[in-house]
Nanobody
Framework: QVQLVESGGGLVQAGGSLRLSCAAAGRTVSSYTVGWFRQAPGKEREFVTAISRTGGSTVYADSVKGRFTISRDNVKNTVYLQMISLKPEDTAVYYC??????????????????WGQGTQVTVSS
């Protein structure tokens, strides 16, 4: 069993920055891949980024590449999402999720077994 809790969301102007945190409880975060997804109103949940167990492998959606950075601190049992140069189209609820499969980080929602409750990010123009 894994519990994930996101924090760090808020309201920011376009061009601003935010850092989201995903704190894990239960199994240590080093035992699974962690992904970030987002869901805007009226849209499907979409992949943002993911990081492997060791942090040695990361993948990003094209829409956030170069602006978002995922990292993990296995000692603190936390995964971070640093977001810079935010755009209004980044507005969404952001979720972190855990994937216990062995292998490269997945972009597929179906690969993830546990999800947090989400944190709202709103970027004003």
């Amino acid at each position: 069993q894994v519990q994930l809790v996101e924090s760090g969301g808020g309201l920011v102007q376009a061009g601003g920055s935010l850092r989201l945190s995903c704190a894990a409880a239960g199994r240590t975060v080093s035992s699974y891949t962690v992904g970030w997804f987002r869901q805007a109103p009226g849209k499907e949940r979409e992949f943002v980024t993911a990081i492997s167990r060791t942090g040695g492998s990361t993948v990003y959606a094209d829409s956030v590449k170069g602006r978002f950075t995922i990292s993990r601190d296995n000692v603190k049992n936390t995964v971070y999402l640093q977001m810079i140069s935010l755009k209004p189209e980044d507005t969404a609820v952001y979720y972190c999720a855990a994937d216990f499969r062995i292998g490269s980080p997945s972009r597929s929602l179906g690969s993830y077994d546990y999800w947090g409750q989400g944190t709202q990010v709103t970027v004003s123009s």
